[in-house]
């Protein structure tokens, strides 16, 4: 039985009881790997694509990071 099979016995289960039907598989399934991907940037931030003062990184050999600190700043 797949998903779609469960969802079909759900919805004829909450009918009968006179409950709202339950929400289609997959509904929510963007908005939670969107929470995973914020959780981790925020737990995990990346200095090339991040960098502390709000301006584009630089190189990641170790040269100016463009954010007017000096060179090495990240």
């Known amino acids: 039985m797949n998903a779609l099979h469960q969802h079909m016995i759900d919805l004829y289960r909450a009918a009968r009881r006179g409950e709202?039907?339950?929400p289609p598989p997959g509904r929510d399934d963007a908005a939670?790997?969107?929470e995973i991907r914020d959780r981790h940037?925020?737990?995990h931030p990346d200095p090339h694509r991040d960098p502390p003062c709000g301006?584009?990184?630089g190189p990641p050999d170790g040269g100016s990071t463009g954010c007017g600190?000096?060179?090495g700043h990240a």
Do not use: I, K, N, Q
């Open 20 to 22: 709202a039907p339950p």
């Open 41 to 43: 940037r925020d737990r």
């Open 32 to 34: 939670v790997l969107r």
């Open 69 to 71: 600190r000096g060179p």
């Open 55 to 57: 301006r584009p990184a």
